[in-house]
């Protein structure tokens, strides 16, 4: 931030702001991940409750003993968005830990090669954990090393037995210690985070251990599984996997996760900042086409907000209403010159009247009080446009086949994109608006008036007016079309009287035109008014955003530095590198127009160059000629003939640690076809 | 039947040893002649073997404890490591005198373990009895170094001291034979129960509230569904355990006595049925099953694991998938036909493609290089792709989800090589 071109005490304030800001959004992200994973953490804990609750209880039940011990064993299905799995398993260990049982071990994949290793990492987490617990009287478990421990089953059990042993003839104080509130005997967790990578062998000889010494030990499993359950049966054979007592828990899938952090980070007015309609499409894309990863996207949110706090100097006035009205009176004069130079502001200073214009221009003072204006409506227009957004939502997300998307994301984007109600999709969708049958109707009206009453919004009291009025209307209809039941009833009555067939015929057609317009003159009539009451909700409040004056302060929109940012694309990036140094090098006389070679290029530029003219196998012979002339170019005629012996020597050792660059970069490689060839590796433009 | 009989051995224990050891009376009156008398020597090693559950454990271990030999009982899956297992030996052995509670020593080679040995057998006084040291699932021996399998046929001879070492395995004797030192063993088959022994054996254990008659009928029922899969007695007892209180219900309510064996039939019937299908292949877990019964519910609210068979896997990733797949199962030559546009010969390669299916799904998948999957990807996703380092850390973390497979070596930079591991419905599920 400090080599901003903003004065100094400005970026350090934008500083300010974007850490709390983004302190706030952290705070709040991490609130929605509990609530989410509230549910499966409450079904998995009651589940460890009862999974051993038996344990130690001298049953003389004779199941007991003709039952064979099974482990319990959650199967915990998490999706395919590997990189979010560390944290829900942070914060599952947190809550065990609290509430079940001081003994959990976290096991990966790539720590357990092979079962020493497994055994290993599993004493010491729970060896070291007891530590944790009561430090001062196990001093002595510190200072024996790993390798003296014996990684034995049976080593394990001792040391549970003696552990619970002491808790049990703990002094009263000790009792109050967390550790009483596991109960007696609090099972052991051993949680496998990726079951997928685990060997096999690994996996069939650490449960066929553990349940034989189940009876001692009372251990529960918990297997993190990406794809899917059957996932067990493929890895373990019957004869073990009968040693489990396999409970299925699914999380909530990611998509659901994304459109509530979605719900809650951007369509709300709590936090000021706010994400272009490209910025939050490359999100999305990144989130639905790659990695599924709420993190990631939450990661980069993040970067959007970084990067705005550092490309725009007026994101100072990015933050809550009355401390932007206190920034905007505090603007210095550099800062009114960036108000008055962005291009909304400008839009907004040629509506105005002429006097004004030249006030907006050359007092600072009006400037201030006209961008505290400003700001304030940007403020209530978003509270405005959440609501009808949400609103809006209710009815399409309703209509068959979804013309502006399931999700209320993709509504929202297609409603910052560009005026909604130009959009065919819209046009369609209210086509299909004025088809829904009345039950839905009602339904939706009293979901919207629910959303407008617990808005926060003001001048929605006699938005919700209306929509209840629709609503007793309707109500009213309803009253009405059963009467009119009855007597369309007392007329089929009349009509089993008529056994002539022509005065049949004729009644028939009569209630049914009758009916046709009955209902055109009630109840459609009311549809249609609906609909187009909605359709004027959303003329008025869902304008794109960046038809708003001083939209830019709050929103991010250059989805090309993000796309940079997160769209890695290694082969792309070497290949401009290669060719065009230009880019990166920042020489002045590297650049070229396209076409030629240049001489002063580093040589791998020159022989990358060169050897993307080449077909799979390259001549070594025909390459180094091309370079040396290339080379040779500059120096021209002026060599003479006793240096050129010499400058050859060194050309050929500049070509070679060419070749070799780019066989080290694996453009290349060594053939064994033809000798003094080699083969090329890359094909196509990148 | 043949009954035990043996002159070194009180006929109460025996008695009492034949009534623990149903239907495998001729394997323990074999073994008690090889043992002989407690001073006797016996034969250095005894190789037992068998099909799983066929009560090879279970024979040893209440032979053992009943005619109260000492023996030492370790698992060799436990002891993953030749210095664990040694050990574990030596500690047991060192419970037998409770006097010395020394500190456990430790001992990483067969070396030391046979000085050791030596001195523990002769500290317990216990030279004039043999000490049988049973070694189960023995075949995890082979993976340990090797000499020790060999060293523990020939223990006798190397400590010098009257020891019999028992093995007990799942697999026969021809595969464990090792190639130097090598003493044969005594080997022993335990075969299969039939299904009159598993009646026999089911039934002995019944509960006390009801009649062993009325337990044998149960098991008679049981066995008529489930030995057509299953003749494990283990897994036969588990299912026993679970559906019996199934089974009582009608008695308990008094709707039938427990005579009325064709009532109970069928009203057990189909609930074993489902029972097969369910807990059996473990689909769904044995105390969500007793949940199951207690509620009276249907088990069609809960689905088994293999009913969450779809994976929900970003965009890119299903195409990476399916031409993985394709690369797995197409044969290089027919890439260019199949992914080229306008090649013309439509109906000459459907006929081919048909042809070449079924065979390779026979061969299985093959694998095939990084470049040919790109490739194909590109041609079968319609918009432009571009190769970022999204699109190759998907490859990788489908290889972590063990969709993919790596070929060759895992350190190959260059041209890695990949297979694809999932099955065509997987892939028709994917695909849609």
């Known amino acids: ?686 | 039947m043949p009954n035990l009989e043996h002159p070194a051995y009180p006929a109460a224990k025996l008695l009492q040893l034949e009534s623990l050891v149903p239907c495998r009376e001729s394997q323990v009156s074999l073994l008690l002649s090889i043992f002989g008398e407690r001073e006797q020597f016996s034969f250095p090693s005894i190789f037992i073997y068998g099909h799983r559950a066929s009560g090879k454990t279970y024979v040893m271990h209440t032979l053992l404890n009943t005619l109260q030999l000492p023996h030492v009982f370790v698992n060799c899956v436990e002891c993953f490591t030749s210095r664990l297992l040694l050990e574990e030996i030596l500690i047991q052995l060192q419970r037998y005198s409770e006097a010395e509670q020394s500190s456990h020593v430790p001992c990483d080679t067969l070396n030391d373990f046979v000085r050791l040995f030596k001195q523990a057998v002769a500290s317990r006084e216990l030279q004039d009895q043999t000490l049988y040291i049973v070694l189960d699932r023995a075949e995890q021996l082979r993976e340990m170094e090797a000499n020790i399998l060999p060293s523990f046929l020939r223990l006798q001879e190397l400590t010098d001291t009257n020891v019999t070492v028992v093995l007990l395995s799942e697999i026969v004797w021809e595969l464990f034979r090792p190639n130097t030192g090598c003493l044969e063993p005594v080997t022993l088959y335990f075969p299969d129960y039939s299904i009159g022994h598993l009646q026999k054996i089911l039934s002995q254990n019944h509960p006390p509230l009801y009649s062993a008659d009325f337990y044998a009928a149960y098991i008679n029922i049981l066995l008529g569904v489930f030995y057509m899969v299953c003749r494990d007695l283990k897994e036969l007892q588990h299912l026993a355990v679970l559906n019996f209180s199934k089974y009582c219900e009608p008695v308990v309510r008094g709707e039938a006595n427990e005579r009325d064996t064709r009532k109970l039939w069928k009203n057990i019937e189909p609930h074993l049925k489902k029972a097969m299908q369910t807990v059996y292949l473990r689909e769904i877990s044995s105390s969500q099953w007793e949940r199951l019964q207690h509620d009276d519910g249907e088990p069609g609210q809960l689905k088994g694991l293999s009913a969450h068979t779809h994976v929900e896997l970003p965009y890119y990733s299903k195409f990476l998938l399916i031409a993985a797949y394709l690369a797995s199962y197409n044969p290089v030559r027919t890439d260019k036909r199949f992914f080229i546009k306008h090649h013309g010969k439509v109906r000459k390669t459907n006929f081919m493609k048909k042809h070449e299916k079924t065979s390779n799904h026979l061969l299985g998948p093959k694998p095939f290089p990084l470049d040919r999957l790109l490739a194909i990807l590109y041609s079968i996703v319609d918009n432009r792709v571009a190769p970022t380092a999204n699109i190759f850390s998907q490859i990788s973390s489908l290889v972590t989800l063990q969709l993919l497979s790596m070929v060759g070596h895992n350190d190959q930079l260059d041209g890695p090589r990949y297979k694809c591991t999932v099955s065509l419905d997987f892939i028709r599920a994917v695909a849609r």
């Open chain 1, 1 to 686: 931030f400090g080599e901003e071109k903003g004065d100094s005490e400005d970026s350090e304030l934008r500083f300010a702001t974007c850490q709390s800001l983004w302190s706030k959004i952290k705070a709040e992200t991490e609130q929605i991940q509990e609530d989410l994973n509230k549910q499966l953490f409450d079904n998995l804990v009651s589940f460890l409750r009862q999974s051993h609750s038996d344990f130690q209880e001298k049953t003389t039940e004779w199941t007991r003993g003709m039952k064979p011990r099974e482990i319990p064993t959650a199967a915990l299905v998490l999706g395919v968005n590997v990189t979010d799995h560390n944290l829900t398993f942070r914060s599952l260990s947190e809550v065990l830990q609290n509430n079940i049982t001081p003994y959990i071990a976290l096991l990966e994949a790539k720590d357990c090669a092979g079962i020493k290793n497994l055994m290993q990492k599993l004493m010491g987490q729970l060896m070291n954990c007891h530590i944790d617990e009561d430090s001062l009287e196990d001093e002595d478990y510190v200072q024996v090393s790993q390798k003296r421990i014996r990684c034995s089953m049976t080593t394990l059990v001792s040391w549970y037995e003696s552990v619970t042993k002491k808790t049990d003839s703990g002094t009263p104080s000790k009792r109050t210690s967390p550790s009483s509130s596991h109960g007696q005997y609090p099972p052991v967790v051993v949680i496998l985070k990726d079951m997928e990578s685990f060997s096999t062998k690994v996996l069939q000889d650490f449960i066929v251990i553990s349940s034989q010494h189940i009876h001692e030990l009372p251990l529960v499993l918990i297997f993190g599984i990406a794809t899917s359950p059957m996932m067990i049966h493929n890895v373990l054979p019957h004869s073990v996997s009968s040693l489990l007592c396999i409970e299925l828990f699914q999380s909530l899938s990611c998509k659901d996760h994304l459109s509530t952090v979605i719900d809650k980070l951007l369509l709300t007015t709590q936090f000021p900042f706010k994400l272009g309609e490209k910025v939050l499409q490359v999100l999305i894309n990144i989130f639905l086409y790659h990695d599924f990863s709420v993190q990631n996207f939450i990661k980069g949110y993040q970067l959007c907000i970084v990067e705005h706090f550092y490309s725009q100097p007026l994101s100072v006035l990015c933050c809550q209403l009355e401390d932007a009205k206190m920034q905007a009176n505090a603007l210095s004069h550099g800062q009114c010159e960036n108000v008055r130079r962005l291009p909304s502001f400008r839009r907004y200073v040629e509506s105005q009247v002429s006097e004004k214009q030249i006030a907006l221009l050359t007092e600072d003072s009006c400037l201030k009080e006209t961008v505290q204006e400003l700001l304030e409506d940007l403020q209530v227009y978003h509270e405005n446009y959440v609501s009808v957004l949400r609103c809006l939502h209710v009815f399409t997300s309703f209509l068959p086949k979804h013309p502006l998307g399931k999700q209320i994301r993709e509504l929202h984007c297609t409603c910052l994109e560009d005026r909604v109600w130009e959009t065919e999709e819209y046009e369609s969708s209210l086509q299909l608006a004025r088809m829904l049958n009345k039950s839905d109707l009602v339904t939706m009206l009293q979901q919207c008036v629910e959303i407008f009453v617990s808005s926060s919004g003001k001048g929605f009291d006699k938005i919700v007016e209306k929509l209840k009025e629709f609503l007793t209307q309707f109500q009213q209809l309803e009253a009405e079309a059963i009467q009119e039941q009855d007597v369309s009833v007392s007329s089929q009555k009349e009509l089993q009287k008529k056994t002539d067939l022509y005065h049949l015929q004729k009644t028939l057609l009569e209630l049914k035109e009758s009916r046709r317009c009955k209902k055109l003159t009630k109840f459609e009539v009311l549809r249609f008014e609906v609909v187009d009451y909605i359709d004027s909700l959303v003329r008025e409040y869902l304008v794109p955003a960046d038809h708003k004056t001083l939209h830019e302060v709050v929103y991010f929109n250059t989805a090309s530095v993000l796309r940079e940012h997160l769209n890695a694309a290694p082969r792309i990036a070497l290949h401009t590198a290669l060719n065009n140094p230009f880019c990166y090098l920042k020489n002045q006389t590297l650049q070229t127009d396209g076409g030629g070679i240049s001489n002063k290029a580093p040589d791998i530029c020159i022989a990358y160059r060169l050897h993307l003219e080449c077909g799979r196998l390259i001549n070594l012979v025909d390459w180094l000629e091309a370079f040396s002339t290339v080379v040779m170019a500059a120096e021209g005629p002026k060599a003479d003939a006793a240096s050129s012996a010499q400058d050859d020597d060194v050309i050929h050792a500049r070509f070679i640690r060419a070749v070799s660059e780019l066989e080290l970069l694996g453009f290349i490689k060594p053939s064994k076809q033809k000798t003094d060839h080699v083969a090329r590796l890359t094909w196509g433009g990148c």
